[in-house]
């Protein structure tokens, strides 16, 4: 077997000398999805790393045309693969603002670090990845490749998010571990939820009427807030497009889970929610802002608490997104996602990464001397251009 640290060493002195033009990497493929797709349900690759939901993401936000896939094989099989947008200067990971997690989907140890290697050797003077799963394998192979190949490396941590082991023990045993006053309150809500009219919670599986369904999410979870601040699904058509079709390709194959909680028939919550292999990934909360003194976001979060315990299929409920308050005290624990920025050029990667750091220090004074009003609104046409 070839000396893969002798690789490494050689790329790292080649790297930058030619110029990036990315004809290593392929565009999306019918006939390499199906070998991409069998290899992630083989590694247990997230559903967020599937081509089907990768699809959905490209082609809602225009990026069909852009997306190449870095891949690996050994002896004519598919051994990792990786989702990138190629441009002039750098590669960057196929993400936005609503990627849930990102992670090169790899078969095993070698397979990771064999892609590494390949991604580093590329010739692209930079390479930026976000939300990259801090614990998965192709990340760790990524860092371990920077180091063979002399590479400077920026990593920063971006989110912890938060998930809920529903592998033991049962939904009374859970709440039974809240605090004395969460019980109360939950107890209180539900009760007065309850005065009000039936109260159930209502999973679909989106394969009938999904997009009345949908529409029906969509509104409650557009509240007031998250509209001014342009992070809403309804607050730009490229989201709104992405969730349709990432919903068709999830009821297609059998993953997709609309909840609702409906008090008289009426639905006061929402949430978008895909189950594969276990894990039932929460994705988008909603609720009614006509009714949120009854607390029904609270509601419905514990109802699905309940309803992955009653599953004996579902191991854990993965919260996603950042730590906030109301996931903290329910999470098991928490699972770190970050940007790692690669300068693979040995002679000016170290002046560039100085030079990142430099621009985002004084980022960061400037916007501390905002004020409020005007981060907010800066905020809200990042979120829009983001998304």
Do not use: C
Not at 125 to 148: H, Y
Not at 257 to 278: C, I, K, N, P, S
Not at 289 to 310: E, N, Q, R, T, W
Not at 314 to 324: C, I
Request: aromatic share 6%; charged share 25%.
């Amino acid at each position: 077997m070839p000396d893969r640290r002798a690789r490494g060493d050689r790329r790292g002195h080649t790297v930058g000398t030619r110029p990036f033009a990315g004809k290593e990497l392929q565009g999306l493929d019918p006939e390499l999805d199906k070998r991409w797709d069998a290899l992630a349900l083989a590694s247990g690759a997230p559903v967020f790393l599937r081509p089907g939901w990768v699809r959905a993401w490209a082609t809602a936000f225009g990026k069909t045309d852009a997306v190449r896939l870095l891949t690996v094989e050994r002896g004519g099989e598919l051994v990792a693969v990786m989702p990138l947008l190629a441009g002039a200067l750098t590669l960057r990971s196929a993400t936005n603002a609503e990627t849930a997690v990102y992670a090169p989907v790899v078969a095993d140890a070698e397979a990771a670090a064999e892609l590494a290697d390949t991604l580093l050797g590329l010739g692209a003077p930079s390479i930026d990845l976000a939300a990259l799963s801090a614990a998965d394998a192709g990340t760790d192979a990524l860092v371990k490749g920077a180091e063979r190949a002399g590479s400077a490396l920026l990593r920063r941590t971006l989110r912890s998010s938060p998930y809920i082991d529903t592998s033991v023990g049962d939904a009374a045993s859970f709440r039974a571990g809240l605090s004395k006053n969460k019980r109360h309150g939950l107890r209180r809500l539900e009760k007065r939820l309850a005065e009000v009219g039936e109260l159930v919670l209502d999973v679909q599986d989106g394969r009938e009427n999904r997009a009345a369904l949908l529409a029906e999410g969509y509104r409650l979870e557009a509240r007031e807030w998250k509209l001014a601040a342009g992070s809403a699904i309804l607050s730009n058509p490229a989201t709104t497009r992405f969730y349709d079709l990432a919903a068709e390709w999830a009821a297609s194959e059998g993953l997709l889970r609309l909840a609702f909680l409906r008090v008289g028939g009426r639905a006061v919550g929402f949430g978008y929610l895909v189950e594969q292999a276990g894990t039932l990934s929460f994705l988008k909360l909603g609720m009614d802002d006509a009714s949120a003194k009854l607390g029904p976001g609270i509601v419905i979060m514990h109802h699905l608490i309940d309803y992955a315990f009653a599953d004996p299929a579902v191991t854990e409920l993965d919260l996603l997104g950042e730590n906030d308050a109301y996931k903290k005290d329910l999470a098991s624990g928490t699972r770190e996602q970050l940007r790692m920025q690669l300068f693979p050029n040995r002679r000016t990667g170290s002046a560039q990464r100085a030079a990142v750091v430099t621009a985002g220090e004084l980022r960061t004074r400037i916007v501390e001397k905002l004020s409020d009003d005007t981060r907010d609104r800066l905020s809200a046409i990042r979120n829009r251009i983001l998304r």
